[in-house]
């Protein structure tokens, strides 16, 4: 599960047959790659020959433990007692709430933990905690997708989410390791309130080396229709609409996605083939009222989780599991910053997640 996304590998020799359709993503679910091609983050990606070794993610998953380390800690703390009872059980489910992963979620990690406990015969609290990190494994693993490339031509991504949470900068990490695996990448700059959007965004167009659909003052809708058309006519892989950042209490702005998700859908049927939110990991428990909320106007298919190298919790990610899991439809998380730079947006790994917010 180390693939930074999944892309379509070139067609077998002799090509399939002109009249075999490729598969319609189905909203939400990443298209199983057929196969896929494991591309290493920072890494050349082979075109032929075996899958590459996963990449060294030593240092990463150091620096993840590191950002959630106060999490951590209090959580650890809980187990430096000598018995497992009552009381480390409700010091576990404050500190459980306290690292935000809310109220449902903390319940549902208990009531699972003691049930291990007592399948286990466990009797060391340090035990317990061992078998905490396989309950939160298991409960954040159906989050764990990858974003796939190449069952439609383009794809299309629309980047959403609040003011600042990381969309440009996570869109400008992306674009790369996209670039890098050879793909044809547009970008459009449908956020187009502020001049200074325009241009950060064309600084990672220029550095990536991809090209841009950018107007001064345009409408959003209308710059992301003429960036999928032009990706049609350019037979780009990858069309990535960035948007302005914008609370889900504003009605009109959320309106205004919406029209451009539609809008993006005449240019393309079936586009957006991805609809993302970027949640900044600080947030809290409001991230989750922001998952709720954005998919409720938009139909999320995954979520980026950026700043886990901060004050954030983590506990966030145990919350929108839950909610998935209570709905039957989990919202997956495509990848997870901890930090500005190229390398510190990776997928996100649920054991990998787990070990690192209980370490
Ligand atoms: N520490 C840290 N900073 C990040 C991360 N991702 C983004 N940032 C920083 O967060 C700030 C906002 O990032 P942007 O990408 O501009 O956020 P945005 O969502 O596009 O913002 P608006 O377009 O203004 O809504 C920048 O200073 C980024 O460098 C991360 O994972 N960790
Ligand atoms: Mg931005």
């Not at 078998?131 to 990858?146: G, H, I, Q, W």
């Not at 069952?151 to 869109?171: D, F, Q, R, Y």
């Not at 393309?268 to 909320?293: F, R, S, Y």
Request: charged share 20%.
């Amino acid at each position: 599960m180390f693939s930074f996304f999944k892309k379509k590998s070139p067609p077998p020799q002799p090509a399939p047959a002109p009249s075999t359709p490729p598969p319609t993503p189905a909203a939400g679910l990443a298209v199983p790659a057929v196969p896929a091609v494991p591309v290493v983050p920072g890494l050349p990606e082979p075109t032929v020959g075996p899958a590459p070794a996963p990449p060294p993610r030593g240092g990463w998953l150091g620096r993840l433990t590191q950002g959630l380390r106060k999490t951590g800690a209090g959580i650890a703390q809980v187990f430096t007692g000598a018995r497992i009872d009552d009381a480390l059980y409700e010091e576990l489910e404050s500190a459980l709430l306290l690292a935000d992963t809310g109220v449902a979620a903390t319940q549902a990690l208990l009531d699972d933990l003691k049930r291990r406990v007592k399948e286990s015969r466990a009797t060391e609290p340090s035990a317990v905690k061992t078998l905490l990190a396989d309950a939160l494994t298991d409960l954040l693993k159906p989050l764990e997708r990858s974003l796939s490339i190449g069952a439609a031509s383009p794809t299309v991504i629309m980047v959403t989410g609040v003011n600042g949470a990381g969309k440009t900068t996570s869109i400008g990490k992306l674009t790369r390791h996209l670039a890098e695996a050879d793909c044809k990448i547009l970008l459009a700059a449908a956020d187009t309130f502020r001049a200074a959007a325009r241009e950060q965004l064309s600084v990672w167009a220029d550095r990536n080396r991809v090209e841009i659909v950018s107007q001064e003052g345009g409408d959003p809708a209308a710059v992301s229709f003429d960036a999928v058309t032009a990706g049609k006519a350019r037979g780009c892989d990858v069309v990535i609409a960035d948007t302005a950042g914008r609370l889900p209490t504003q009605t009109h702005l959320m309106e205004e996605l919406r029209k451009i998700q539609r809008v993006i859908g005449k240019a393309q049927a079936g586009a957006p083939h991805e609809v993302l939110l970027v949640v900044d990991g600080n947030t809290g428990q409001n991230a989750l009222a922001q998952v709720k909320a954005f998919d409720a106007a938009l139909g999320l298919t995954g979520l980026i989780v950026t700043k886990l190298d901060g004050t954030a919790k983590g506990g966030v990610l145990a919350a929108i599991a839950r909610w998935g899991a209570e709905r039957g439809k989990v919202v997956p998380v495509y990848f997870i910053g901890i930090g500005e730079r190229l390398e510190d947006l990776q997928t996100f790994d649920a054991r990998e997640f787990a070990q690192a917010l209980l370490a």
